[in-house]
Nanobody
Framework: QVQLVESGGGLVQAGGSLRLSCAAS????????MGWFRQAPGKEREFVAT????????YYADSVKGRFTISRDNARRTVYLQMNSLKPEDTAIYYC?????????????????WGQGTQVTVSS
């Protein structure tokens, strides 16, 4: 069992930056691939970024590539999402998730553990 708690969301103007954090507790953090997803009102939850167990491999949705960076600190049991050049269409609740097995995963169904989410609002 893994418990995940996100933080760092808030209100920011377009073009600004935020850094989300996701702290994990429970089983060995480095056993898990981690991902960030987001859900805007009235829309499906969508993939944002994923990172493998070591942090050596990452993958991004096209919509955030070049603007967002996922990273992890296994010693601190934390995964991060640095979000730059934010746009109003990035407004959503952002969730982190953990997947058993350390390889990159893009599908929601591959993740067994989810945080409660943190709201990100980008004003125009």
């Amino acid at each position: 069992q893994v418990q995940l708690v996100e933080s760092g969301g808030g209100l920011v103007q377009a073009g600004g930056s935020l850094r989300l954090s996701c702290a994990a507790s429970g089983r060995t953090f480095s056993n898990y691939a981690m991902g960030w997803f987001r859900q805007a009102p009235g829309k499906e939850r969508e993939f944002v970024a994923t990172i493998n167990w070591s942090g050596g491999s990452t993958y991004y949705a096209d919509s955030v590539k070049g603007r967002f960076t996922i990273s992890r600190d296994n010693a601190r049991r934390t995964v991060y999402l640095q979000m730059n050049s934010l746009k109003p269409e990035d407004t959503a609740i952002y969730y982190c998730a953990a997947s058993v097995g350390g390889n990159l995963k893009r599908e929601k169904g591959s993740y067994a553990y989810w945080g409660q989410g943190t709201q990100v609002t980008v004003s125009s």
